[in-house]
């Protein structure tokens, strides 16, 4: 199911975070400052989590938020 497809079903939060995380994991290369790189590696390590985790997580929470509540 693609994500425009769990806003139009109008899928809740829980359900949005349950199909954001299957599927297989694949590689991204993404270019960013520095600085926000660094910001990034300091959250969260005061999270105890790792950097690709803390992403995961924000991105995870940013579209489980859905188009209305964003």
Do not use: C
Not at 2 to 28: F, H, P
Not at 46 to 64: C, N, Q
């Amino acid at each position: 199911m693609q994500y425009i497809d769990m806003l139009k079903n109008n899928l809740d939060e829980t359900d949005i975070r349950m199909l954001l995380v299957s599927g297989d994991q694949v590689a991204i290369t993404v270019r960013i400052p520095e600085s926000l790189r660094d910001a990034t590696k300091e959250a969260a390590e005061m999270r105890g989590v790792s950097f690709s985790a803390f992403i995961r997580m924000s991105m995870i929470e940013e579209l489980a938020k859905g188009i209305s509540n964003g």
